[in-house]
């Protein structure tokens, strides 16, 4: 098992729905998780971190963390064409703040 | 701009040439991270350092990949000895203590 799974789509949503990305991990993988947004030819930009079971919100952005269930996920609402870009899951090994990146998921926003 | 700087931006080499990239972190940051990423793949770890001391390096980094960081600000990775393989996205990040990386615009590798 890879250590971070995502799917890698492409996930399509019209504009203004809600977008739901996922992200599996094994044991291997700590508590610690975040997502990057990563437009074409561009490098990742951090949108979201997320530490504890839960929710964490910021703006149009939800992280959410199962422990339990070893998923982490990220919700967008309102989606709009300018949130198309791969969205990297990635978690801390644990091994001084090394992250683990899955390959990603491609987003489309269609009008 | 007080974000991560790389340089250069893209570099064209022919197999066999040693190129060497490089990485100004965000000043107040004492971790340095080598990522490369290929296409439709995440990034993958290469190394790491923690003021000057390389602290791990990953299995990915042959004998012809070398990093530095001399005196704990910029840092340098040389490959020698290019293959066509080693085409990709090298990807420098850095962070203070905390786990958040924070990624520089990357230095794409095309070898021919």
């Known amino acids: 098992q890879k250590e971070v799974e995502q799917n890698s789509g492409p996930l399509s949503v019209p504009e203004g729905a809600i977008a739901s990305l996922n992200c599996t991990y094994s044991?291997?993988?700590?508590?610690?998780f975040f997502w990057y947004r990563q437009y074409s030819g561009k490098s990742p930009e951090l949108i979201m971190s997320i530490y504890s079971n839960g929710d964490k919100e910021d703006g149009r952005f939800t992280a959410q963390l199962n422990k339990a269930s070893q998923y982490v996920s990220l919700l967008i609402r309102d989606s709009q064409p300018s949130d198309s870009a791969t969205y990297l899951c990635a978690g801390d090994t644990g091994t001084a703040s090394k992250l683990t990146f899955g390959t990603g998921t491609r987003l489309q926003v269609t009008l | 701009d007080t974000g991560v700087s790389q340089d250069p931006r893209h570099k064209i080499t022919k197999r066999g040439q040693n190129v060497t990239f490089r990485c100004d972190p965000i000043s107040e940051h004492n971790r340095l991270y080598w990522y490369r990423q290929t296409l439709g793949q995440g990034p993958e770890f290469l190394t790491y350092f923690q003021n000057e001391a390389q602290l791990e390096k990953s299995r990915l980094l042959s004998d012809r990949f070398s990093a530095e960081r001399p005196k704990g600000s910029f840092s340098t990775l040389e490959i020698q000895r290019t293959e066509q393989g080693d085409s990709a996205m090298y990807l420098c990040?850095?962070?203070?203590?905390?786990?958040?990386?924070?990624f520089g615009e990357g230095s794409r590798l095309t070898v021919l």
């Open positions: 044991d291997r993988v700590s508590q610690s």
């Open positions: 990040a850095s962070s203070f203590l905390m786990t958040e990386l924070f």
